[in-house]
């Protein structure tokens, strides 16, 4: 276990369930004290991903290139971070790009699942992403690739890295956006109303871009920017599509979902809905990834503020070249 002689602090169990809950009833109030329902069952996901660890490198294309855009953003920021946590870190590929650059020091993984934690090259600590065990003000930097989009209480996450961040740190994120999977979401609503008479859960309800930066406004950050990149990549057959998000453990965890086992007719006519409504003149089918990305800092004096409303000199009518001013 690493500690204060590495330059950084872990509150492993004091605390931790106590700082969640001031999180949460800090953001939501007083009627957060109850469990709210929660969408994702995060141990069937962990399971998961532990499960599929060893084969996750053969899988991790778009947190490759999420790592590459996380990378270009650390690049133009003109300052130095010397300890950075990397959350939610899956095999090590943000750390393994960022580790890189000269501007970034001490990179600690964390991630819930130790088969994924295994194959990560640096320091690590084995956490949930919606109950951080770090003291407060110990990171410069938090970046998180690709797993945000699975927390239950996303708020309340950031309000915990907002907290574990130094005053003027920097959260870098990158999570899966409404968008992604929409033809996947199609095809299995259809083919649940045809042979079931009705439809259940299957693809994550994920966060929209314009929500994000007033998601991180609320919880005390600064300067949020949130963008928004769709990817789209093709595989030759849906059942291939399946079987690749599988791998990567992101297969339905919803809580909602059927509790009975997929029977092969129902797959064989999600892939049959899928294939007529979307494949391409070649025959392979395309699948839709949204990739959002958040950029907010932890408030500091030194950071811009907005003018008082009413202080400005000059008429907006007089920079338009107006002829009539009110």
Not at 136 to 160: A, E, R, Y
Not at 219 to 234: H, M, N, Q, Y
Request: hydrophobic share 45%; with cysteine; charged share 25%.
């Amino acid at each position: 276990m690493l500690g204060k002689s590495q330059g950084w602090e872990v509150n492993w169990r004091r605390g931790t369930f106590a700082r969640v809950t001031q999180c949460r009833q800090q953001l939501y109030g007083e009627s957060m004290q109850h469990d709210d329902a929660k969408p994702f069952d995060r141990e069937l996901l962990a399971r998961r991903r532990n499960r599929f660890a060893s084969v996750a490198g053969a899988h991790d294309f778009l947190l490759r290139r999420v790592a590459d855009d996380i990378g270009e953003r650390l690049q133009i920021v003109q300052r130095d971070f010397p300890k950075a946590l990397n959350l939610g870190a899956h095999n090590g590929a943000v750390s393994e790009l960022i580790r890189r650059l000269p501007n970034v020091g001490l990179v600690i993984d964390a991630d819930a699942c130790d088969a994924m934690l295994s194959a990560c090259a640096g320091p690590r600590v084995r956490c949930d992403e919606e109950a951080l065990p770090f003291t407060d003000g110990v990171f410069d930097l938090v970046v998180s690739g690709l797993s945000l989009q699975f927390v239950n209480d996303l708020p309340g996450t950031f309000v915990q890295v907002r907290k574990a961040l130094k005053a003027d740190g920097l959260f870098l994120a990158a999570m899966l956006g409404g968008e992604t999977l929409k033809e996947l979401r199609q095809s299995w609503l259809s083919a649940e109303a045809d042979m079931l008479g009705g439809a259940s859960p299957r693809v994550a309800p994920f966060a929209d871009v314009r929500a994000l930066g007033s998601l991180a406004q609320r919880a005390g950050f600064a300067l949020p920017v949130a963008d928004s990149e769709t990817i789209t990549v093709t595989y030759g057959s849906p059942l291939a599509l399946m079987q690749d998000l599988r791998a990567m453990g992101a297969s339905n965890m919803l809580t909602g979902r059927r509790r009975v086992p997929v029977t092969r007719g129902l797959v064989q006519r999600a892939c049959e809905i899928y294939a007529d409504l979307f494949a391409l003149y070649d025959g392979r089918v395309p699948a839709t990834f949204e990739i959002l990305s958040l950029t907010a800092w932890v408030p500091h004096e030194s950071q811009p503020k907005p003018l008082v409303p009413g202080s400005g000199k000059i008429s907006l009518a007089k920079v338009l070249g107006s002829k009539t001013e009110d």
